[in-house]
């Protein structure tokens, strides 16, 4: 059964950083793309970043340049490094894991909070 396990939040002041991690069981992870989503209070759940499974990596525009996703196969994890965090990057943030073809996502991992605040 595929399962994944997010990790690594917490609250950082602005401007600070925070790594994220996800690991993954079952087959899935090294054939298929991964990413990260987030939810904020009273919005709607958003794509942060996406790494297909050659490397391949896309961000949010929000994102762009603070943040890289990036994933190590032997350790079956995916992580998302975040820089210069800003306060509306508080949110809840999900794991999530593709199969084949899929545009939208199969698996979700549990989340991880992450605050951003002074």
């Known amino acids: 059964q595929v399962q994944l396990v997010d990790s690594g939040g917490g609250l950082v002041q602005p401007g600070g950083s925070l790594s994220l991690s996800c690991t993954a069981s079952g087959s899935i992870f090294s054939s298929n793309a991964m990413g990260w989503y987030r939810q904020a209070p009273g919005k709607q759940r958003e794509l942060v970043a996406t790494v297909a499974s050659g490397g391949t990596t896309n961000y949010a525009n929000s994102v762009t340049g603070r943040f890289t996703i990036s994933r190590d196969n032997a350790k079956n994890t995916v992580y998302l490094q975040m820089n210069s965090l800003k306060p509306d990057d508080t949110a809840v943030y999900y794991c999530?894991?593709?199969?084949?073809?899929?545009?939208?996502?199969?698996?979700w991992g549990r989340g991880t909070q992450v605050t951003v605040s002074s």
């Open positions: 999530v894991a593709y199969r084949r073809g899929s545009t939208w996502p199969d698996y």
